[in-house]
């Protein structure tokens, strides 16, 4: 097919022993819009490398605008006008707007002498082309990563490009932003532009693409037209499986009881106002909002690291101080943080020091010292109860999947046998079939009796797991859902983003 | 125009400078002559040179603090060779120690561009080994005036061009302030209308960015480091010919600290990627006022080492607190 930018052929490739793509083709037409779905470790990073010949393939070969490679050079790539836009987006943040969209060009080709009015002039020429206006002065570090990657699209635009790659582009953007981002891909499109869009939100797949193709375990399933798909088949394509989606039932008869914990008027200057709620056992109660809305500020005063200006907790009926984490971890309130790298994991550690770490005082022997079988014996309980992958529990924590390292700070908490559990964010960055293993534990936890708080950016997750949900913005909690299983998700949406403001009350 | 100025780190350094010479002539009205500031130049020329050089490694997201190892001995080899061989030429001086600071600038790139080490750990490493050599070799006894070839004599008393004071004594603008002269334009063309110079700040800013693009990195280090060491050995040649001296035991120890700080206050930031050519002069032009005026003040000369530490810890401190402070008012930025 001469109207196809790119095709790639059979191609195979094994890292070290594991076959990370076996046998896999794409084509991608002229101005298409071709997205590469598939969960982690599904092959797709390596794919993309080798089309941009960073990686160079065992076998197979790659055709660019009718010509055949069996091993391509980046820079060779680059001149075939092949772009990609990684998901740090390779920016230089010390540099100008300007600097940083010529910078590369001139870099290709081999200029030596330059001035900042010659760059302002290829940068302005460049952001001209896809209708945007960004100060070219201004340091790339001060943009948002929403700018950031414009100003990343438009050097890739400068430098010929008749196909970009995005990798994940919309991972760490708002919601209107992507569809800003989305508009100028349809430009890109419209100027005869291919784009290979790689993502694992699904959403997405269907609003921006013409084909999918779907990538997993290193093997090709197959080329679908977008049209013909829809979440269920899309997510059983991506994993193999497919997920029952029955919202959580909470025994509503154990509202009779007295309440578990119990927040009465809580209040923070600046972060939230006045919020009062009561959870019982086994409830998973949902708190959605959008960032910024206090939800996160309300989790961590609970958890002892927050102090709080007004307002009282109680558990069990009893007021009760919580000053810092040590004191709610006596409580029993254990507390999941969103960003799991850096607060939830010693990521270089081993995964068994980090399941440990919260109850080393329980492990010690009568000298004072770690009880070592005892530690063994909790160690290896905690990975094969949450069925974490990993040869041994003295393997580090950061070689781990995302899903894994979940499961390594679920079970850290567990382990002190928490009565309330609040979880941020507890599936962000997780592939799906991760996802819902960890919605099973948490469901799980909550059937036999733990109270759970669920903070979360998705909605689907949200909806689907929760008997009940708060939605909180600008620091108030602005409506309480009982009868979550009516809900759906654009009117929860709606009233997260408060879209439809007669709507909420 | 005004605010773009008052944002700069150059802008509030120049304030000080001036406060600083103000509080000085307040105190010693002997310090405002020309006759001082020709003085000045001629003594520090020098270190600013190393600073320029400094600079643009530092820019890069490197560092070396093997240069007054590399000035030191292209001075001490110089001068050795020059009496061996019995012939007064600067050129060759200049030419045996810029040729000891390529070799050695060579050396430091190599380790660095090929197998990836640390760059503080090479030119740490590099610079105790062979100065360590040199002494062995050429031993350490310094070389007196009356035994010094007479171009490093000529070279530290020319004079661009001659004034005479009240009191009828004669002083000058050293050949030297031509020198840095001609090394902060070379540089400054290279940072700012090169390309060479730009991917130099983009490597500060982001090297796994600069590798992607297909620049060849390896050329790039090459070059650095023996422009580095180019510098160092016009440095040691200069510096012989300052004191009419040359032990091999001088530089090694006294230049590294003024030269960090002098850089370090010009607002480069050790993480690379930021910093200009104005700044770092006018950090070196601070850091030479208050080595060689504190005397002025009646302050005893060995609180020198301790003033610039003291500026050191307490101008990094400002420009951090300042970016902090920036930093955080974009964050609120961008929370509304």
Same mark, same amino acid.
């Given at each position: 097919?001469?109207?196809?930018?790119?095709?790639?052929?059979?191609?195979?490739?094994?890292?070290?022993?594991?076959?990370?793509?076996?046998?896999?083709?794409?084509?991608?037409? @002229? +101005? !298409? =819009?071709?997205? *590469?779905?598939?969960?982690?470790?599904?092959? &797709?990073?390596?794919? $993309?490398?080798?089309?941009?010949?960073?990686?160079?393939?065992?076998?197979?070969?790659?055709?660019?605008?009718?010509?055949?490679?069996?091993?391509?050079?980046?820079?060779?790539?680059?001149?075939?006008?092949?772009?990609?836009?990684?998901?740090?987006?390779?920016?230089?943040?010390?540099?100008?707007?300007?600097?940083?969209?010529?910078?590369?060009?001139?870099?290709?080709?081999?200029?030596?002498?330059?001035?900042?009015?010659?760059?302002?002039?290829?940068?302005?020429?460049?952001?001209?082309?896809?209708?945007?206006?960004?100060?070219?002065?201004?340091?790339?570090?001060?943009?948002?990563?929403?700018?950031?990657?414009?100003?990343?699209?438009?050097?890739?635009?400068?430098?010929?490009?008749?196909?970009?790659?995005?990798?994940?582009?919309?991972?760490?953007?708002? @919601? +209107? !932003? =992507?569809?800003? *981002?989305?508009?100028?891909?349809?430009?890109? &499109?419209?100027?005869? $532009?291919?784009?290979?869009?790689?993502?694992?939100?699904?959403?997405?797949?269907?609003?921006?693409?013409?084909?999918?193709?779907?990538?997993?375990?290193?093997?090709?399933?197959?080329?679908?037209?977008?049209?013909?798909?829809?979440?269920?088949?899309?997510?059983?394509?991506?994993?193999?499986?497919?997920?029952?989606?029955?919202?959580?039932?909470?025994?509503?008869?154990?509202?009779?009881?007295?309440?578990?914990?119990?927040?009465?008027?809580?209040?923070?200057?600046?972060?939230?106002?006045?919020?009062?709620?009561?959870?019982?056992?086994?409830?998973?109660?949902?708190?959605?909002?959008?960032?910024?809305?206090?939800?996160?500020?309300?989790?961590?005063?609970?958890?002892?690291?927050?102090?709080?200006?007004?307002?009282?907790?109680?558990?069990?009926?009893?007021?009760?101080?919580?000053?810092?984490?040590?004191?709610?971890?006596?409580?029993?309130?254990?507390?999941?943080?969103?960003?799991?790298?850096?607060?939830?994991?010693?990521?270089?550690?081993?995964?068994?020091?980090?399941?440990?770490?919260?109850?080393?005082?329980?492990?010690?022997?009568?000298?004072?010292?770690?009880?070592?079988?005892?530690?063994?014996?909790?160690?290896?309980?905690?990975?094969?109860?949450?069925?974490?992958?990993?040869?041994?529990?003295?393997?580090?924590?950061?070689?781990?999947?995302?899903?894994?390292?979940?499961?390594?700070?679920?079970?850290?908490?567990?382990?002190?046998?928490?009565?309330?559990?609040?979880?941020?964010?507890?599936?962000?960055?997780?592939?799906?079939?991760?996802?819902?293993?960890?919605?099973?534990?948490?469901?799980?936890?909550?059937?036999?009796?733990?109270?759970?708080?669920?903070?979360?950016?998705?909605?689907?997750?949200?909806?689907?797991?929760?008997?009940?949900?708060?939605?909180?913005?600008?620091?108030?909690?602005?409506?309480?859902?009982?009868?979550?299983?009516?809900?759906?998700?654009?009117?929860?949406?709606?009233?997260?983003?408060?879209?439809?403001?007669?709507?909420?009350? | 125009?005004?605010?773009?100025?008052?944002?700069?780190?150059?802008?509030?350094?120049?304030?000080?400078?001036?406060?600083?010479?103000?509080?000085?002539?307040?105190?010693?009205?002997?310090?405002?002559?020309?006759?001082?500031?020709?003085?000045?130049?001629?003594?520090?020329?020098?270190?600013?040179?190393?600073?320029?050089?400094?600079?643009?490694?530092?820019?890069?997201?490197?560092?070396?603090?093997?240069?007054?190892?590399?000035?030191?001995?292209?001075?001490?080899?110089?001068?050795?060779?020059?009496?061996?061989?019995?012939?007064?030429?600067?050129?060759?001086?200049?030419?045996?120690?810029?040729?000891?600071?390529?070799?050695?600038?060579?050396?430091?790139?190599?380790?660095?561009?090929?197998?990836?080490?640390?760059?503080?750990?090479?030119?740490?490493?590099?610079?105790?080994?062979?100065?360590?050599?040199?002494?062995?070799?050429?031993?350490?006894?310094?070389?007196?005036?009356?035994?010094?070839?007479?171009?490093?004599?000529?070279?530290?008393?020319?004079?661009?061009?001659?004034?005479?004071?009240?009191?009828?004594?004669?002083?000058?603008?050293?050949?030297?302030?031509?020198?840095?002269?001609?090394?902060?334009?070379?540089?400054?063309?290279?940072?700012?209308?090169?390309?060479?110079?730009?991917?130099?700040?983009?490597?500060?800013?982001?090297?796994?960015?600069?590798?992607?693009?297909?620049?060849?990195?390896?050329?790039?280090?090459?070059?650095?480091?023996?422009?580095?060491?180019?510098?160092?050995?016009?440095?040691?040649?200069?510096?012989?010919?300052?004191?009419?001296?040359?032990?091999?035991?001088?530089?090694?120890?006294?230049?590294?600290?003024?030269?960090?700080?002098?850089?370090?206050?010009?607002?480069?930031?050790?993480?690379?990627?930021?910093?200009?050519?104005?700044?770092?002069?006018?950090?070196?032009?601070?850091?030479?006022?208050?080595?060689?005026?504190?005397?002025?003040?009646?302050?005893?000369?060995?609180?020198?080492?301790?003033?610039?530490?003291?500026?050191?810890?307490?101008?990094?401190?400002?420009?951090?607190?300042?970016?902090?402070?920036?930093?955080?008012?974009?964050?609120?930025?961008?929370?509304?």
């Amino acid at each position: 097919m001469a109207d196809n930018v790119l095709e790639v052929k059979h191609i195979f490739k094994a890292y070290q022993g594991v076959q990370a793509l076996r046998d896999v083709s794409l084509s991608v037409g @002229r +101005g !298409e =819009v071709h997205c *590469l779905v598939g969960e982690n470790g599904s092959g &797709k990073s390596t794919l $993309i490398k080798v089309i941009g010949g960073v990686v160079a393939p065992d076998r197979g070969e790659i055709v660019i605008g009718g010509r055949a490679h069996a091993r391509l050079q980046a820079i060779e790539a680059i001149r075939e006008g092949i772009q990609i836009i990684y998901q740090d987006l390779s920016l230089y943040p010390n540099l100008s707007v300007s600097e940083n969209i010529s910078l590369n060009q001139m870099i290709e080709k081999g200029v030596r002498l330059t001035t900042r009015k010659k760059m302002q002039a290829l940068a302005a020429k460049g952001l001209e082309e896809i209708g945007e206006t960004i100060d070219l002065d201004e340091r790339v570090e001060n943009l948002s990563i929403a700018r950031k990657q414009i100003v990343a699209i438009t050097r890739a635009l400068t430098q010929g490009a008749k196909l970009i790659i995005m990798d994940e582009p919309t991972t760490a953007i708002t @919601r +209107g !932003e =992507v569809e800003h *981002l989305f508009s100028v891909i349809s430009g890109l &499109k419209a100027r005869g $532009i291919s784009i290979v869009f790689v993502s694992h939100k699904l959403s997405e797949v269907f609003e921006i693409a013409e084909s999918v193709t779907v990538l997993r375990d290193g093997n090709k399933v197959g080329d679908y037209p977008a049209a013909e798909l829809d979440d269920a088949k899309l997510t059983f394509l991506m994993t193999g499986q497919s997920f029952t989606s029955s919202p959580y039932r909470f025994d509503e008869t154990r509202r009779g009881e007295p309440p578990l914990l119990e927040v009465r008027g809580l209040t923070k200057t600046g972060q939230f106002t006045d919020i009062s709620f009561s959870l019982w056992p086994g409830e998973i109660l949902g708190i959605v909002g959008l960032v910024g809305s206090g939800r996160t500020e309300v989790a961590l005063t609970l958890f002892g690291l927050n102090s709080r200006d007004a307002g009282t907790i109680l558990m069990d009926g009893k007021p009760v101080d919580v000053k810092s984490p040590e004191e709610a971890a006596k409580l029993g309130i254990a507390y999941l943080p969103e960003d799991r790298l850096n607060q939830g994991l010693f990521v270089a550690r081993a995964i068994g020091d980090n399941i440990v770490v919260t109850i080393l005082k329980s492990l010690l022997s009568r000298l004072r010292l770690i009880d070592r079988p005892k530690r063994r014996e909790v160690e290896n309980r905690w990975i094969e109860r949450l069925k974490i992958k990993t040869p041994t529990a003295a393997a580090a924590a950061f070689g781990l999947s995302g899903g894994n390292q979940q499961r390594v700070v679920l079970a850290k908490w567990l382990a002190t046998e928490p009565r309330v559990f609040i979880l941020d964010g507890p599936t962000v960055g997780i592939d799906i079939s991760s996802k819902s293993n960890i919605h099973e534990i948490i469901r799980n936890l909550a059937e036999h009796g733990m109270a759970i708080v669920m903070i979360s950016d998705e909605i689907p997750e949200v909806l689907r797991n929760c008997n009940r949900i708060l939605v909180m913005r600008k620091g108030r909690i602005e409506r309480e859902i009982r009868n979550v299983h009516e809900m759906t998700e654009e009117r929860l949406f709606d009233v997260v983003t408060a879209r439809r403001p007669e709507e909420v009350q | 125009m005004v605010k773009r100025l008052l944002r700069r780190n150059e802008t509030y350094l120049c304030f000080v400078v001036i406060a600083f010479c103000a509080t000085v002539t307040a105190v010693n009205p002997a310090f405002f002559t020309l006759q001082n500031f020709f003085d000045l130049l001629h003594d520090s020329s020098g270190s600013a040179i190393l600073a320029v050089g400094f600079l643009v490694i530092l820019l890069s997201g490197g560092i070396d603090v093997s240069f007054p190892a590399v000035a030191i001995m292209g001075q001490y080899i110089a001068v050795k060779a020059l009496i061996a061989l019995h012939v007064s030429s600067l050129a060759l001086a200049l030419a045996i120690s810029c040729g000891v600071g390529l070799v050695f600038g060579a050396v430091n790139a190599f380790f660095i561009s090929f197998f990836n080490i640390s760059t503080l750990i090479v030119t740490l490493g590099t610079s105790g080994l062979f100065y360590g050599a040199m002494l062995q070799v050429l031993g350490s006894a310094g070389v007196y005036a009356s035994v010094l070839p007479n171009c490093f004599k000529v070279f530290g008393r020319t004079n661009v061009f001659q004034l005479k004071t009240l009191t009828g004594s004669s002083y000058g603008l050293s050949v030297f302030a031509l020198v840095l002269a001609g090394v902060v334009i070379l540089s400054w063309i290279i940072l700012r209308r090169t390309l060479l110079g730009r991917v130099i700040y983009a490597m500060g800013g982001n090297m796994e960015a600069v590798r992607r693009s297909g620049v060849n990195i390896r050329a790039i280090q090459f070059f650095m480091y023996c422009y580095m060491g180019l510098l160092a050995g016009v440095m040691g040649v200069m510096s012989g010919s300052l004191i009419q001296y040359s032990d091999p035991t001088y530089i090694v120890d006294t230049e590294l600290l003024p030269v960090l700080a002098g850089v370090m206050l010009g607002g480069a930031s050790i993480m690379g990627g930021a910093g200009t050519i104005t700044g770092t002069l006018l950090g070196m032009a601070l850091i030479a006022l208050l080595e060689k005026n504190l005397v002025l003040l009646g302050i005893p000369s060995y609180w020198d080492q301790f003033f610039v530490g003291v500026v050191l810890v307490v101008g990094v401190s400002v420009t951090h607190i300042q970016r902090r402070i920036r930093g955080r008012r974009q964050l609120s930025l961008l929370r509304e």
